[in-house]
């Protein structure tokens, strides 16, 4: 099968895309013919080398960890998915493999897809998806009228935490540059705050829960706007930088320690819940996104589409930080 690949963690240009084996079909696996995959900031963290400490992969590699598709082989034991229906998935860390044309992945990630949108969408969503529903509804356990802060709103996450935050209820505040500001009203912001004229830790508090999607400082910031009580989800910790400065297995460990002291000075301080966000990769909850996709309460939002032959390019793209939703990977022609 065609396959993007990595021989070696560095910059984009260690993408060589060629001829790879297909994956084996496990007894709870579904084998899924690709159509699109995205990219997400995590996938370059990891083709950097950022993440190493925390996952190792054995090398030659095939990333990507967002699938639209179809189901061309199931494994003995499957039972929810049958060859030709049309599913969508985010696989595991230690399962990715999506810039390809084939991937194998246990029936437990996968959801049908939403009837009303195209595998390019569709393959906008699984990751970004399942990480808003873990920090709003599973760690944010968002109310009715509660006021939640999501950072960066025209990003990946953000565009579909603000539709689904507004589903549940709630006030949604965002940030974004000026030029973001018609595209995160139009998702249903309520208030948007420009983080190039105003410091939101400023204008901001009594918040109910905030989304933290930048890291460092903003963390620090975003509890000071939190009531009592409040919750804080933590999208980003700052592993690539401090493997960058101290090496894999130090970097792991300070990272670890960074995001202890943090927990525990906001619970112990600030009297608030700050949790470290990682996606369940749920099929439950995918067909949970699925419905609201349906009923036509979540919309995709993909900025720009790359064939896979371009997914160095692609991921320049992503590590500019200025992408507007999501970026797909087309494999098969829409
Ligand atoms: N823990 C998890 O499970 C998990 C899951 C998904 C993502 N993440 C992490 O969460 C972060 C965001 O992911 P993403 O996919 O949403 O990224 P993304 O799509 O690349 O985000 C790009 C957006 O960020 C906005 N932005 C950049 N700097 C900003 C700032 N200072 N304030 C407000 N907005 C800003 C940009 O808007 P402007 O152009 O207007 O600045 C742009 O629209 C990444 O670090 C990612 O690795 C973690």
Redesign the pocket.
Known sequence: MKAAIIRSYGAPNVFQVEEFSRPSVGPRDVLIEVHASSV???DW?IRSGGQRGAIRYKLPWVLGMDVSGVVAEVGSSVTKFKPGDEVYSSPTHRRSGTYAEWVAIDEDAVALKPKNISHYEAASIP??G??AW?SLVVKGNLQPGQKVLI?????????IAIQLAKHLGAYVI???????IELVKSLGADQVID??QENFDEVLSDIDLAVD???GE?MFKARKVLKRGGRLA????ALPENTKRFGPNLGLLITGWQLVTFILSSRLLYGIKAS????QCSGEFLNQLTNLIEAGQIKPLVDKVFPLDEIAEAHKY?ET???????VIAVKPE
């Open positions: 997400n900031p995590v963290k990751l970004v399942l990480t873990e950072q960066a709103g025209s990003g990946g996450v953000g565009s965002t940030t974004c540059s000026g030029r973001n983080y190039t999607a930048l890291g903003s933590m999208l980003r910790a470290s966000i990682l996606r992503s930080g200025r992408a507007r939703g999501k970026i």
